[in-house]
């Protein structure tokens, strides 16, 4: 299989790869690892590390379009970012799942762009692969024994029978008035 266009665009900016390859399913192109969302300007064509990042990352593209993405980001305004990069690739049938670092513990959302839904969620002192586990109802121990691409698979499975049920819809500006001071590693405000 050769490398989806999407993954050529992207190229500078998918970061620290842990996993990035295709998977099991023959249509399909997995990553995890970090994703650049700003850049600084390059001087003299050197490489700057981003202004703001996604990290915890976890994505699937099937033929050019982004099917599956799991990411954790600061702050929820940072979706713009993240829309950005992706645009188009973007689909109203694909599974997205933010993990933000300043939205209540008690909160989550779906929220309607563009035709396309979002799943918001806080990040609860775990992964986002421990939360999507737990989200998907999928066991841990059934998948230790596969590889980084099968875990890939089964989480990109596992949520494609995932509906809104559960997350009230709100409007994005109502999700980003409704945000809390954004968090650092130990849990206190930036």
Same mark, same amino acid.
């Given at each position: 299989?050769?490398?989806?266009t999407?993954?050529?665009t992207?190229?500078?900016?998918?970061l620290?790869?842990?996993?990035?390859?295709?998977?099991g399913?023959?249509?399909?192109?997995?990553?995890?690892?970090?994703?650049?969302?700003?850049?600084?300007?390059?001087?003299?064509?050197e490489?700057?590390?981003p202004?703001?990042?996604?990290?915890?990352?976890?994505l699937?593209?099937?033929?050019?379009k982004?099917?599956?993405?799991?990411?954790?980001?600061?702050?929820?305004?940072h $979706? @713009?970012? *993240?829309?950005?990069?992706f645009?188009?690739?973007l689909v109203?049938?694909?599974?997205y799942? !933010?993990f %933000?670092?300043?939205?209540?513990?008690?909160?989550?959302?779906?929220?309607d762009?563009?035709?396309?839904?979002?799943?918001?969620?806080?990040?609860?002192?775990?992964t986002?692969?421990n939360?999507l $586990? @737990?989200? *998907?109802?999928?066991?841990?121990g059934?998948?230790?024994?596969?590889?980084?691409?099968?875990? !890939?698979? %089964?989480?990109?499975?596992?949520?494609a029978?995932?509906?809104?049920?559960?997350f009230p819809r709100?409007d994005?500006?109502?999700?980003?008035?409704?945000?809390?001071?954004?968090?650092?590693?130990?849990?206190?405000?930036?």
């Amino acid at each position: 299989m050769s490398t989806p266009t999407l993954f050529s665009t992207l190229e500078g900016t998918l970061l620290s790869p842990t996993f990035s390859g295709p998977t099991g399913r023959t249509d399909r192109y997995g990553f995890r690892g970090e994703l650049g969302l700003k850049f600084p300007p390059s001087l003299a064509g050197e490489k700057r590390p981003p202004e703001i990042k996604a990290d915890q990352v976890i994505l699937a593209v099937e033929g050019e379009k982004l099917s599956f993405l799991a990411a954790h980001v600061d702050s929820l305004a940072h $979706l @713009d970012e *993240l829309r950005v990069t992706f645009g188009s690739a973007l689909v109203p049938g694909g599974k997205y799942f !933010i993990f %933000a670092g300043n939205v209540d513990i008690s909160k989550k959302y779906l929220l309607d762009i563009d035709g396309v839904s979002f799943h918001v969620l806080p990040l609860d002192e775990a992964t986002v692969y421990n939360e999507l $586990l @737990d989200l *998907l109802y999928l066991e841990k121990g059934d998948l230790k024994k596969k590889s980084a691409e099968g875990k !890939i698979d %089964a989480i990109v499975n596992a949520a494609a029978n995932v509906s809104g049920g559960g997350f009230p819809r709100v409007d994005y500006g109502q999700a980003l008035a409704e945000m809390g001071p954004v968090k650092v590693a130990d849990n206190r405000p930036v």
